[in-house]
């Protein structure tokens, strides 16, 4: 079965700085999809990022980036010029690629509490 | 477009009582899925369904829980009956293609008594 470890339960930052959350990931299958999911306190689960695995660029969205490092099952967000609705728990997940078959639910790790201090 | 709609947003019931979540996905999503997060065990899935199927429902707890999707605009999660550990965020979410981006619902907050 796969799994999602997050290692920091909780990080902070000064505004506008750059903050790097990781994630690791254990599976035996060569295509999956890696998400990065936000929660702020209104509970709402928001996609920031999503990255193919197949694909070997990193994904981008704005100010959020991704380094995802297949060989060494590595997936980590990086958050340029840290804003405070930033500021929220911020979820690592797995899903199981189209190729493989399977359950498409997605696998999700424990979390990590961002603060965004001003 | 409205995103994935659930209510009731909060609810707060007794032990033994029979507790109904509902989920409205997105428009023209084909995939529905039910997750739960608790402290303990963070977020996992109950149960998913394709085109109002149930495919995958190896995380449904007990015989107590229980999923329906009788249209593709509308599911039900029902606890009957309802224990205190059953306490948790129940979230619902949508997807418009296999493997494809999942999006969530606000979520119900139960708490059993």
């Known amino acids: 079965a796969q799994t999602v470890t997050q290692s920091q339960p909780e990080m902070s930052v000064q505004e506008a700085e750059t903050v790097t959350l990781s994630c690791t990931y254990d599976t035996s299958e060569s295509d999956y999809y890696l998400f990065w999911y936000k929660q702020p306190p209104s509970r709402q689960m928001i996609l920031v990022i999503r990255?193919?695995?197949?694909?070997?660029q990193n994904a981008t969205e704005n100010r959020f980036s991704v380094n995802f490092q297949k060989a060494a099952k590595s997936f980590s967000l990086k958050i340029s010029d840290s804003q405070l609705g930033d500021a929220a728990m911020y979820f690592c997940?797995?899903?199981?690629?189209?190729?493989?078959?399977?359950?498409?639910?997605?696998?999700f790790g424990k979390g990590t509490k961002l603060t965004v201090n001003p | 477009d409205a995103g994935v709609i659930q209510s009731p947003r909060h609810e707060v019931t007794e032990m033994g009582q029979e507790v109904t979540l509902r989920c409205k996905p997105i428009s023209g999503h084909d995939y529905l899925f039910w997750y739960r997060q608790t402290m303990m065990r963070g977020l996992e899935l109950l149960i998913y369904?394709?085109?109002?199927?149930?495919?995958?429902d190896s995380g449904m707890p007990e015989d107590r829980f229980s999923a329906k999707m009788p249209n593709a605009s509308f599911s039900t999660l029902k606890i009957q009956p309802s224990e205190p550990r059953d306490s948790a965020v129940y979230f619902c979410?949508?997807?418009?293609?296999?493997?494809?981006?999942?999006?969530f619902g606000p979520g119900t907050r139960l708490l059993v008594l």
């Open positions: 997940a797995y899903s199981t690629g189209r190729f493989q078959g399977g359950s498409e639910k997605l696998v």
């Open positions: 369904f394709n085109n109002n199927v149930p495919i995958d």
């Open positions: 990255q193919e695995a197949y694909k070997q």
């Open positions: 979410a949508s997807s418009g293609q296999g493997r494809g981006t999942q999006y």
